[in-house]
């Protein structure tokens, strides 16, 4: 018997009579009951405050404090769709948002209402702490728990995409949508009343809300929230919450690694960290520091992917892919061939093998963005859903990934993916972060650009990437940037657009390749100049 896809209302009546730890935040705790009964009062606030026909839809401008997880809980039981606002948004931008949400109302906290101060919203604010909001949390106190009925494939929040390619997506991402993964995941690694989730990610995104959030509250575990993201302070709120199970997304685990280390750093009680987009010479090296298991995927917002890295999988692979999902010619759309590799290492038949990874299958959770046909209809072409992600199968299936469709450069007539350049980049030990992307060529297609974060002095790159067996001549980058930091998304995407239009063109160092040998010398401004009058095309792309 095939068992129902959760509701995120069904995981959260299963906690209402639980009085063991359900969220933990700084000096404060509240249990499972506790926080069933604070959900039930504010989604009768919530439904007085509109009362229309149809789920109300209600943006959330907060870090991660304690009434973002009661209004998750709220929506669960009154219908309401929340939309996560992302505080790194400004202006004109957020208000864009709010309103392409159709958010009737927006809740947000002191140190963010001054955001939406002179905003265009049509929307309601309430802040929290105000007198409005403690007459209107009054008005409902003691609130009977009366769920509004729900299905799997009722919409239940709008989360946006990173923005790394253009203006953010709204995902509609429903019920079974985050709570399959929640009850998947703690079954998974069979967590359970006496395990804490420790989300340090903010709940605005899909990461923290699939794989954080949802996962201690399919699993009765105690979800302890952190604010924002401290690399400094990981170890100890680790060890102050009794955190069993993080998540992550992207980066953080390389800041937490490269706080200093102590002799006791595996003396604490984290078990797994789960998450995917993690660096992979961080992953050992995070699991043997801290004494835990680290367990990487891959996937997206939208949902219409996910890649599980197992065990077996090689250096560098993703993991197999599972039933339906195919690596499609993003021309001929037929099945890519199977990755060939010499005797060094290197992909020798790019053109061939690599191509879009596609769910032949269907939608998988994918739901469709909020307000946007002509994007639903981009990723489902022909019934399938369409990634935009690149990527290889070797002959064991396992799949290796080759950028974003926007990361894929052409120089010298060949194809070639940032993500594997970037993947060697990051062997160097002085290199702490890297980012591969195009720049124009002056006769035709483009020139491979890296832009590095440093740990530590950098002064052997062309010797390091000359012994590298794996990087060919056309991978080598032309340019280097030597950056004290990379433009980011809220999520730590980095927004390699913003890279790809400044060039050469920046306050940061810039390395250059004269000849055909990996020997760089600074770019001299008259050079610069000089490439700025030849290199006319557009960049980037998008």
């Known amino acids: 018997m095939v068992e129902r896809t959760p509701t995120v209302t069904d995981l959260l009546l299963a906690r209402a009579d639980d009085a063991r730890p359900g969220l933990r935040f700084e000096d404060r705790e509240w249990s499972w009951a506790e926080h069933v009964r604070r959900s039930a009062e504010l989604a009768a606030l919530l439904r007085a405050r509109h009362p229309a026909d149809g789920p109300p839809h209600v943006g959330v401008l907060l870090d991660n404090v304690p009434e973002f997880s009661f209004l998750l809980g709220a929506a669960a039981l009154s219908g309401t769709v929340l939309a996560g606002l992302n505080p790194g948004r400004r202006g004109a931008a957020l208000?864009?948002?709010?309103?392409?949400?159709?958010?009737?109302?927006?809740?947000?906290?002191?140190?963010?209402?001054?955001?939406?101060?002179?905003?265009?919203?049509?929307?309601?604010?309430l802040v929290l702490g105000s007198p409005e909001w403690e007459r209107a949390l009054a008005a409902h106190r003691g609130a009977a728990l009366d769920p509004v009925p729900a299905t799997p494939d009722d919409l239940f929040a709008l989360l946006f995409t990173s923005g790394t390619g253009g203006e953010p997506k709204a995902v509609r991402c429903t019920h079974g949508k985050v709570a399959f993964p929640g009850r998947m995941l703690a079954d998974r690694f069979r967590l359970g009343g006496r395990d804490s989730a420790y989300v340090s990610m903010p709940l605005f995104h899909s990461n923290a809300l699939f794989a954080g959030w949802a996962v201690g509250l399919a699993a009765g575990a105690?979800?302890?929230?952190?604010?924002?993201?401290?690399?400094?302070?990981?170890?100890?709120?680790?060890?102050?919450?009794?955190?069993?199970?993080?998540?992550?997304?992207?980066?953080?685990?390389?800041?937490?690694?490269?706080?200093?280390?102590?002799?006791?750093?595996?003396?604490?009680?984290?078990?797994?960290?789960?998450?995917?987009?993690?660096?992979e010479r961080d992953l050992a090296r995070f699991a043997e520091r801290f004494g835990c298991r680290v367990v990487d995927g891959f996937g997206?917002?939208?949902?219409?992917?996910?890649?599980?890295?197992?065990?077996?999988?090689?250096?560098?692979?993703?993991?197999?892919?599972?039933?339906g999902v195919a690596v499609l010619h993003p021309d001929t759309g037929r099945r890519c061939a199977v990755a060939v590799f010499d005797r060094d290492g290197r992909l020798a038949n790019?053109?061939?093998?690599?191509?879009?990874?596609?769910?032949?299958?269907g939608a998988g959770w994918f739901a469709g963005y909020y307000g946007a046909p002509e994007d639903d209809a981009r990723r489902m072409r022909g019934g399938m859903y369409r990634s935009g992600d690149l990527g290889y199968l070797d002959a064991d299936g396992f799949c290796y990934f080759a950028g974003r469709s926007a990361e894929w450069l052409r120089v010298g007539g060949e194809n070639l993916g940032a993500a594997p350049i970037e993947r060697v980049l990051l062997r160097h030990p002085a290199i702490a972060h890297a980012a591969v992307y195009a720049v124009p060529d002056p006769a035709v297609g483009d020139q491979v650009m890296a832009a590095l974060v440093l740990a530590d002095e950098?002064?052997?790159?062309?010797?390091?990437?000359?012994?590298?067996?794996?990087?060919?001549?056309?991978?080598?980058?032309?340019f280097v940037r030597i950056a004290a930091e990379l433009p980011r998304t809220g999520t730590h995407k980095v927004l390699k657009r913003e890279l790809a239009a400044q060039r050469w063109n920046c306050p940061d160092p810039v390395w250059w390749r004269p000849g055909p040998d990996p020997v760089y010398e600074a770019l001299p401004p008259e050079r610069a100049a000089e490439l700025d009058g030849r290199a006319t095309r557009p960049v980037p792309r998008s």
């Open 95 to 125: 208000a864009r948002d709010v309103r392409l949400a159709d958010c009737a109302l927006v809740i947000t906290e002191p140190r963010h209402a001054p955001l939406l101060d002179g905003a265009e919203l049509d929307a309601e604010v």
């Open 222 to 279: 105690a979800i302890s929230l952190r604010r924002r993201f401290s690399a400094s302070e990981f170890l100890s709120d680790v060890r102050r919450f009794g955190a069993t199970y993080a998540n992550y997304v992207g980066t953080p685990l390389s800041y937490v690694l490269a706080t200093p280390p102590r002799p006791d750093d595996a003396d604490n009680p984290l078990r797994i960290a789960y998450g995917n987009e993690g660096a």
């Open 300 to 323: 997206s917002t939208e949902g219409g992917i996910a890649i599980a890295r197992t065990p077996d999988a090689p250096p560098g692979s993703l993991g197999r892919p599972g039933p």
């Open 350 to 361: 790019p053109d061939e093998a690599v191509g879009e990874l596609v769910n032949t299958a």
């Open 458 to 478: 950098l002064d052997d790159l062309g010797d390091f990437l000359a012994a590298q067996p794996d990087l060919g001549p056309k991978q080598l980058p032309r």
